[in-house]
């Protein structure tokens, strides 16, 4: 037997071992997560919601669809522990509020110029001093880890439970256009963030050991992602309206 069939049909020993099997993957998951979020999230708490993802996963596992199965636990594992962040509502309004105004002032920028909004431009734009926009890219770091996580689902989307709204021909077609369009957007980073995004999203690495590879504080190269994912959700809204127009 295949895929769905297959997991289905396992009897709850063999369900145990997948479990036990499967449990390094939940915490170096968790983990990982962690070093992104605030200190009010307590690893135990993400560990206990992926360990329900990884239940999930093995519910739901479809080998058609052309993953592995640690590549789909791994994704509702880390979904099932960034929905109980979410839950828990730790980010506040303000700060979601500001990230969008940063956003909004560098997507006006770009368009206005054609070229990579800096530092400077966006804290006139919004009126603000240097000091200032560097400490709301600083508040912005767990929105925008969210934000982060949330652009990387859509292209993991293809791999989740067999709805016929997610195989179907158009919107197949449109999370692959989405798809070239992040990662287009991505390469278009300026090259400070482009490096440290793929630092801290590819490689793993953490803030301190990227500001070590860079030779810049912690606190600077939180500041240079947070501005990166800024800047991908400007261009990405423009990607958007330009679709939904049908361009």
């Not at 925008?144 to 989740?160: C, I, K, M, P």
């Not at 369009?181 to 953490?206: C, G, K, T, W």
Request: aromatic share 6%; hydrophobic share 35%.
């Amino acid at each position: 037997m295949k895929g769905a069939a297959m997991y289905a049909s396992v009897q709850s020993g063999e369900k145990e071992d997948l479990v036990l099997r499967h449990v390094p993957l939940v915490k170096r998951i968790a983990y990982h997560l962690l070093a992104k979020l605030p200190e009010t999230v307590l690893v135990e708490d993400l560990i206990q919601s992926g360990m329900i993802g990884l239940l999930d996963a093995i519910k739901h596992f479809d080998a058609s669809q052309g993953a592995s199965f640690d590549t789909y636990a791994g994704i509702r594992i880390r979904g099932a522990m960034l929905d109980e962040v979410r839950r828990s509502d730790w980010t506040p309004r303000s700060v979601h509020k500001k990230a969008r105004m940063v956003s909004d002032a560098i997507r006006h920028i770009e368009s206005k110029t054609g070229r990579d909004a800096n530092d400077g431009e966006v804290a006139e734009y919004l009126g603000i001093s240097a000091d200032e926009y560097g400490r709301i890219l600083q508040d912005t770091q767990c929105c925008r880890t969210l934000s982060v996580e949330e652009l990387s689902e859509e292209g993991d989307a293809a791999f989740y439970d067999n709805q016929p709204l997610k195989n179907d021909p158009l919107n197949r077609l449109s999370r692959e256009k989405f798809n070239q369009a992040l990662v287009e957007s991505i390469r278009s980073l300026p090259e400070r963030e482009q490096l440290v995004v793929s630092l801290y999203y590819v490689d793993e690495l953490n803030l301190r050991e990227i500001g070590q590879i860079l030779n810049i504080s912690e606190s600077r190269v939180s500041q240079i992602s947070s501005q990166a994912m800024l800047r991908l959700r400007a261009r990405l809204a423009d990607w958007r309206e330009g679709h939904d127009n049908g361009d």
